[in-house]
């Protein structure tokens, strides 16, 4: 049975850092991207940055220079870099993971994470001013 497990999470004031980190496992596939969504109180689920297992990444607009994407294909994980933090970035973060071969362009960045097979349950991550 697959598991994308998020933790990590918690609290900070306005320009702190946390660092999110996501684990899969249970699948005889090799994993080949992982992502971050978040939802925050009263929006819309929106992308925060996705990796491949062949180091390719992407963010939202809003979220770079602050939050950068790492993984490592061996532990199959990825974390969250943020620095930076608003009072904006307040939302619960949502980790899914995709296996088996890569599926979009080799030239181009990962696909979102709405396309992935497998998600955790979230964690919080709230920033006070």
Same mark, same amino acid.
């Given at each position: 049975?697959?598991?994308?497990? =998020? &933790?990590? /999470?918690? !609290?900070?004031? #306005?320009?702190?850092?946390?660092?999110?980190? &996501? +684990? +899969? !496992?249970?699948?005889?596939?090799?994993?080949?991207?992982? /992502?971050?969504?978040?939802?925050? $109180?009263?929006?819309?689920? =929106?992308?925060?940055?996705?990796?491949?297992?062949?180091?390719?990444?992407?963010?939202?607009? &809003?979220?770079?220079?602050?939050?950068?994407?790492?993984?490592?294909?061996?532990?199959?994980?990825?974390? @969250?870099?943020?620095?930076? @933090?608003?009072? =904006?970035?307040?939302?619960? %973060?949502? &980790?899914?993971?995709?296996?088996?071969?890569?599926? %979009? $362009?080799? =030239? +181009?960045?990962? +696909? $979102? $994470?709405?396309? %992935?097979?497998?998600?955790?349950?979230?964690?919080?991550? #709230?920033?006070?001013?």
């Amino acid at each position: 049975q697959v598991q994308v497990v =998020e &933790c990590g /999470g918690g !609290s900070s004031q #306005t320009g702190g850092s946390l660092r999110p980190s &996501c +684990a +899969a !496992s249970g699948s005889s596939f090799v994993i080949n991207t992982i /992502g971050w969504e978040r939802q925050g $109180p009263g929006t819309q689920r =929106e992308l925060v940055a996705t990796i491949s297992s062949d180091g390719r990444t992407d963010s939202a607009d &809003c979220v770079k220079g602050r939050i950068v994407i790492s993984g490592d294909n061996d532990k199959y994980s990825a974390y @969250l870099h943020m620095n930076g @933090l608003k009072p =904006e970035d307040t939302a619960v %973060y949502y &980790c899914a993971a995709h296996f088996g071969s890569i599926w %979009y $362009p080799s =030239e +181009a960045t990962p +696909a $979102p $994470p709405h396309l %992935y097979d497998y998600w955790g349950q979230g964690t919080q991550v #709230t920033v006070s001013s």
